[in-house]
């Protein structure tokens, strides 16, 4: 995987789970960018998976690099309350294979053109720090900065912060 003109990217499918959960599973065994600290089972991301739909404001895009898939990224619920349906929190996940070679922008900024039609106002993410190159891509994608979760979570022994930011959509 290393030709980012041979990206292509398209709405998750079924068959993707395997693929979505192997690279799920390396952050979660070696880094601090997700808080699971155990390794899912593809079953686990299939379930996770029938949670977003190619059209409407819950989506989950995949990039495809060499016809490997080379990462995720998604639009998920905000939070619980109705007043909150015209927000949205995103994320993305690359293969380490694919990280710093322009494939997650293109898939962000796909996300972020799949959604410019839909009934949103805002877009969250979370960063765990530290992460320069995730910084770098959300401040490049128009996010600003909101605040810091000091010291939220614990993993490897030790606690980590998150920086939240925001961006208008569409």
Not at 20 to 32: C, P, R, S
Not at 53 to 59: C, E, S, V
Not at 110 to 116: E, I, P, R
Request: glycine letters at 8%.
């Amino acid at each position: 995987m290393s030709r980012p003109d041979s990206v292509r990217i398209r709405s998750a499918e079924p068959s993707d789970a395997g693929a979505l959960t192997e690279i799920y599973n390396h952050y979660i065994l070696n880094g601090a960018i997700t808080f699971d600290i155990e390794p899912i089972s593809v079953a686990a991301r299939r379930e996770w998976m029938s949670h977003y739909a190619p059209t409407g404001p819950h989506r989950l895009l995949v990039a495809e690099n060499d016809g490997r898939v080379a990462g995720h990224a998604s639009s998920s619920k905000f939070r619980d309350k109705a007043a909150y349906r015209t927000s949205v929190e995103t994320s993305i996940y690359l293969h380490p294979d694919c990280v710093g070679k322009g494939i997650g922008r293109r898939l962000y900024q796909a996300l972020f053109d799949a959604l410019a039609s839909e009934d949103l106002h805002r877009a969250y993410a979370g960063v765990t720090l530290p992460n320069p190159a995730s910084v770098a891509l959300h401040e490049k994608l128009g996010f600003v900065p909101l605040g810091l979760y000091r010291e939220v979570g614990r993993k490897f022994d030790r606690y980590w912060s998150v920086r939240w930011f925001e961006r208008p959509l569409p």
